[in-house]
């Protein structure tokens, strides 16, 4: 009887160990990302003013982007050293086993990157739509008038390891009449 209770009792600790995993992977919302970032990337302020944090502007979007059930963050953040370029840290976050943040890959090699990136006009935002990871950016205006911007799109999807492309979009734009 003495051994069941004892094999019982390790079969309850074992079961509350897994859901204290499971609630710690699930915190993503509570990482500070703009400490995390800053110190992961060795950021001072110097050369951004005596009083100015390294990065001046982070936005942090979370959604299930692996269909796991728990939220990865979608990061944006611009450093001081960018200026008003848009952001200069762009990436995907996960938290591993022990709720560290773990960056993942996000993999354009399917595509020549100057055909991808082709126009670009600022640095490429991240969004998620309907439980998948999105790039967008605005093309420049090309030919004469009237002017024609595109907005290109691109999806992917996660692999297991790295997310990569599955489709690319243009979506024309109004259009402007300079």
Known sequence: MRKLAIGVLTVVSCLSNVIYAKDQ????????FQSYLIKRNGLTNEGCGSEELPIKNIQVVYADLMG???EEALVEATTCAMGNGG???VEVFK????GNPVSLKIDDSKLPAQDLYKGQFRTPRLEASNGKLTRWFIQRATGGPPFKETKRVITYQ???AKFIIDKVQDIPQETDKR
Not at 25 to 32: F, G
Not at 95 to 98: H, K, P, V
């Open 68 to 70: 796991d059930g728990n």
């Open 95 to 98: 938290l591993d086993s022990r």
């Open 87 to 89: 952001a200069d840290i």
């Open 25 to 32: 992977v699930s915190s993503i919302r509570n990482v500070d």
């Open 158 to 160: 996660w692999t297991g």
